[in-house]
Each structure stands twice: as structure tokens, then as C-alpha cells.
């Protein structure tokens, strides 16, 4: 990955319909035609949901491999599709993914699919814009297959929860060549509240985004461990965790998180195996640098012995939980999931 890159961030602006942009942009933006969109779980949904309520309207294609889910996209406004190859006509294809081989599958292609993949079915010139949270190498992969293929590749990975996808709260991450970034703006402007453009390597996106999810990981473990401390000497650790967010740790991890761990509330928005999917790919970035990071070690662990537990439902705010568990304060509430 480059070390040079630029790191540039743009506030949530007005949502701009397509017809606007292109008048604001002498017409650059009709080139975004129809709108693909492929990873339609909690995340994606809302997202493509927020893409119709901007503008784009029956220009949204939605694929799902189950057709028992296209009755509710048309009804947010999109044309559901159990055909991938229906996308390969869009000049911009979103995929909000769970992991590397999901996106790997989609873009190269895979016989339970039956068709080819986006890199061959895409027309040059069209763009894949990424939004899953992949391994840094998927991402260079990707994008070295795109580009050969006269197609555009803009990693823009995500934070945030289904809910403040829903809000279009979302922080986006975004990195690739900048024409084709800027193509992708009116689109990334409509699905968050502010963008981060930090160079042309796709790659150096995933990176910090997985780094970021590796900062929260951990604040959410050590609120955990405090927590269940408290617990142990009979205090209420709703008073200490109003104290720490309201002078040293406001930031929103310690404060979201302090409070469902607090309230017992495990809702799943970011399930525990998909957050240890994110742990192992940062440990592996950090084995391939040599730049150890015990601490996401720690939290790996504790992923590993709440899955064993039963907790593979469970948002990884459970990790408060699994502290109790290893505390020895097992049943003293009643963990909530929904």
C-alpha cells in the first residue's frame, strides 16, 4: 500500500437527486445510469433502501439469491433480482458482503451462481464500489482484476451499525483512483454523514477501517472487564460508566457500548463471528507487518470462548457477557437479544 496518501473529509452534504447532480456537473453524473447492489442482509438493505429515498429510484437493482426476500425490496422501492448477470448492465455495482470469499464469489464467479462474475459481466468502464470489510489483499486482488478488465474499483468499507445505516449516520472510508471516486460521490453522499477519502490504493481503506473495528473491539472488552469488577464487588456500574463517557472516554464506542453492556442489551447488529472474522483478518495484517497487537489477541480469545458458550447470536457487545462469564458472574442477569 502506498504511504503516501491524502486524507480528505467531507461533511454529510444536502442529498443531491441524480437529475441535480448532473445538472450541477454539466451531466458527468448521467454517466451513473442504473445502480447495482449486491449484500442485501440488515446493512445492505437499509443502504439501497436509502439510495431509492435519494432519487435513484427503479434504477436500483437488487440482488438476492433467495427469492422470498424480493417481495420486501420492491416494496422499499427497488427491482429485486435473483440473477446476477440483471447487474451486469449498471454502471455502478455496490456490495455490502460479509466476507472475502462472498465478494471473491460474486466478482470471479462461482458455479452455484451459474453465471459469470462481475469482473467478466460488468462493461468497461462501470465501477464496483465496495463497501464490504475485506482483507487488504482481497481488496488489491480486486482491484488489479477490475482494472484489467478497463473496469473501476473504489473500496469504501463503513462504520457503523444497521441502525445508523438506516439514518444514513454511517462513516465511509473511501479509496481508488480519483476519478472514479468522485463518480461514486453522489452515491457514498447518499448513504452516510461524512466520507473520508484517504488515497488511490483500495486497500489503505480496509486497512484503517479494520484497524478502527479492532479500536472498538477493545474499548468494548475493557468496558466489559470493568464492569464485570464492579459487579463483583457489588456495585452498580451504571454510575462509573455515566462518569468515564462524560469526561475521559466520550467518544461514541465507550458510550454505546458501555450502555448495553450496562443494560445487558445484545441485540445482534454486529454478530460475534463476524467481528472475529475482522480480528483475525487485522492479526493476520499485523503478523504480515510484524507489528504485534496482544490486546486484539485478547479479544480473539474471549470471541472464541463466547461462541463455545452459546453466544454466536449476540452482538459483540456481548463481550461484556463473556467477561461476566469469565468472573464467575454468570446468571446474575438476563442477557437480552432483541
Known sequence: ???????????????????????????????????GFVGLGHMGTAMAANLFAAGYGYGVTAYVRSPGKMKELAALGLKPTTRLADLFGSSIVVSMLPDDNAVSEIVFGRS???????????????????????????????????????????????????????ARELFIVTAGDPADVERCRALTDSLGQRTFMVGSDPAQANLIKLLGNMLSATAIETLGEAVALLLKRGIDPKPF???????????????????KIVSESYAPGFVIPLALKDVRLALNEADMAGAPMPSVRVVQDRMLAGIAHGHSGLDWSALGLIAKEEAGLAGTGTPTAN
Open 241 to 259: 460508566v455515566r462518569i468515564v463517557t462524560s469526561t475521559m472516554f466520550g467518544g461514541r464506542a465507550h458510550r454505546i457500548y458501555g450502555d
Open 112 to 166: 452455484p451462481l451459474g453465471v459469470d462474475g462481475l469482473a467478466s459481466g460488468l462493461e468497461r468502464g462501470a465501477i464496483h464500489l465496495s463497501m464490504s470489510t475485506i482483507s487488504t489483499s482481497m481488496a488489491s486482488l480486486l482491484a488489479h482484476e477490475h482494472a484489467k478488465r478497463g473496469q473501476g474499483y473504489v473500496a469504501a468499507p463503513v462504520f457503523g451499525n444497521p441502525d445508523a445505516a438506516k
Open 1 to 35: 500500500m502506498t504511504s503516501n496518501a491524502f486524507i480528505t473529509a467531507i461533511d454529510r452534504p444536502e442529498v443531491v437527486t441524480p437529475k441535480e447532480q448532473a445538472n450541477r456537473s454539466n451531466g458527468r453524473s448521467a454517466q451513473l445510469g442504473n445502480i
